[in-house]
């Protein structure tokens, strides 16, 4: 079995490329106690940016602040919609405006076509989905007040593969598609870009615990082209890159990091 995943800013120091397009701005990562959304984090504190997490796991967010003493840990409920718009006026009073929206947050619980109930819908849609539309047209006012920014969806590569144990969580991810595709034009005009990324299977601790067996990997690395297991700092290397000036006539697009998988 693979090795943990976690991800220190010493690690990625010593091999990654540095972009000063994004000290000293706010980004704000859903999601971002755990799993890729920790992986993000981390490279923006690296970059020099100031921090701010959204995520419901209390415990990953107490042990995000003890890595991570700068970071700006929020106990929230996204499909709260109500808490979310206070907490985000809260946000820019304190810290100013963002300039980074990365929309990462997202539940994979597997289930089947009979599993799903109206409720489960309701909730699946909710953590995977709504959030991306309300969270993207919340945030629209701060990222202009700081002159433009970037937001980044969530997709994901099930939808492609055509997964059989994860249907309502592949229409979200097919949607959030959606999202960037319906509003990269409208807010460019004040100088917002918005893009998808779309992970392939990446082994993050959560992973590795619930779902990643010996089997699974050999039949992974049948299947990749490059035959290296994905974690999250290869996804938060887009993500950082999508967010600064490097990139700053890209919006509208969807980054497949799947190590050629689909």
Excluded at 11 to 23: G, K, N
Excluded at 50 to 79: P, Q, W
Excluded at 209 to 217: T, V
Aim: glycine share 8%; aromatic share 8%; net charge negative.
């Amino acid at each position: 079995m693979i090795e943990s995943t976690s991800l220190s800013i010493e690690s990625v120091q010593e091999r990654s490329a540095f972009y000063p397009s994004l000290a000293g701005r706010t980004a704000l990562i859903t999601g971002g106690a755990s799993g890729i959304g920790r992986d993000i984090a981390a490279r923006f504190i690296r970059e020099g940016s100031s921090v701010v997490v959204f995520d419901k796991d209390t415990s990953a967010l107490d042990k995000l602040r003890e890595e991570f003493a700068s970071v700006i840990g929020i106990n929230i409920d996204l499909a709260d919609l109500k808490q979310v718009q206070e907490t985000l006026t809260a946000v820019e009073r304190d810290l100013g405006p963002l300039s980074f929206v990365i929309n990462n947050c997202g539940d994979d619980t597997r289930h089947t076509i009979d599993d799903v109930t109206t409720q489960f819908w309701d909730e699946c849609i909710a953590v995977n989905l709504k959030h991306i539309y309300f969270v993207s047209t919340m945030t629209r006012p701060s990222l202009r007040r700081s002159g433009g920014g970037s937001i980044v969806n969530f997709g994901s590569l099930t939808w492609r593969l055509g997964n059989p144990s994860l249907p309502v969580y592949s229409v979200s991810k097919i949607a959030a598609h959606g999202v960037t595709r319906a509003l990269f034009r409208e807010f460019a005009l004040d100088k917002i870009r918005v893009n998808t990324v779309s992970p392939g299977w990446i082994i993050t601790e959560r992973q590795q615990r619930l779902h990643f067996r010996p089997d699974d990997e050999r039949e992974l690395m049948s299947r990749q082209a490059i035959k290296e297991i994905l974690r999250g700092d290869d996804v938060a290397n887009i993500v950082i890159w999508l967010c600064s000036d490097d990139s700053k006539r890209v919006t509208g697009q969807d980054f497949i990091i799947d190590g050629g998988l689909y």
